[in-house]
T-cell receptor, first 108, second 115 residues
């Protein structure tokens, strides 16, 4: 049963790069790693997904080491609107387990 | 393409009552999963349905149940409500079952308050 661990909270300033790391020691061979963003009173929304190495899209990068026991979400040059809770998720079948999430507070 | 729709958005119940929440997935999606979210507890997995069959269940008491209809719409029911059941209940759909990457599309949630 995959379980993820993330820092509970992080602070940053506008314009900085933010890296949030998630630990998933028991990730299964078939599991993908997905990150979601959630604003208050809204459902989470997809940010990025990967299986191994590095994935980049228009909003973030995802770094996954060879052993896949952790992953790092990188948000370049954050703005105030990036203040949200970020969830790391592993698994494509079975129980869809989420970690506690990381509350990112971006300050001006 | 319409997103995931959850109804009702807000509701208030009293202890001992029961409640039914509804979720309409994105058209063509056959998998629907449910989550409970309370402050400080993150997203707690309740259950997942695929093609009208419950595929997986989280660690919740039997008071929490669900079902899925042939059109993939899903309902969850909570009986004998307790104060601790107050939460945001989120539904998510995804396009495939089985071995897939499984991006989840979430609804806006149903916020339940138990008095």
């Amino acid at each position: 049963l995959a379980k993820t661990t993330q820092p509970i909270s992080m602070d940053s300033y506008e314009g900085q790069e933010v890296n949030i790391t998630c630990s998933h020691n028991n990730i299964a061979t078939n599991d993908y790693i997905t990150w979601y963003q959630q604003f208050p009173s809204q459902g989470p929304r997809f940010i990025i997904q990967g299986y191994k190495t590095k994935v980049t899209n228009e909003v973030a990068s995802l770094f996954i080491p060879a052993d896949r026991k952790s992953s790092t979400l990188s948000l370049p040059r954050v703005s105030l609107s990036d203040t949200a809770v970020y969830y790391c998720h592993t698994g494509n079948t079975g129980k869809l387990i989420f970690g506690q999430g990381t509350t990112l507070q971006v300050k001006p | 393409k319409a997103g995931v729709t959850q109804t009702p958005r807000y509701l208030i119940k009293t202890r001992g009552q029961q409640v039914t929440l509804s979720c309409s997935p994105i058209s063509g999606h056959r998998s629907v999963s449910w989550y409970q979210q309370t402050p400080g507890q993150g997203l707690q997995f309740l259950f997942e349905y695929f093609s009208e069959t419950q595929r997986n269940k989280g660690n919740f008491p039997g008071r929490f149940s669900g079902r899925q209809f042939s059109n993939s719409r899903s309902e969850m029911n909570v009986s004998t409500l307790e104060l601790g059941d107050s939460a945001l209940y989120l539904c998510a759909s995804r396009g495939y079952g089985g071995l897939d990457t499984g991006e989840l599309f979430f609804g806006e949630g149903s916020r339940l308050t138990v008095l």
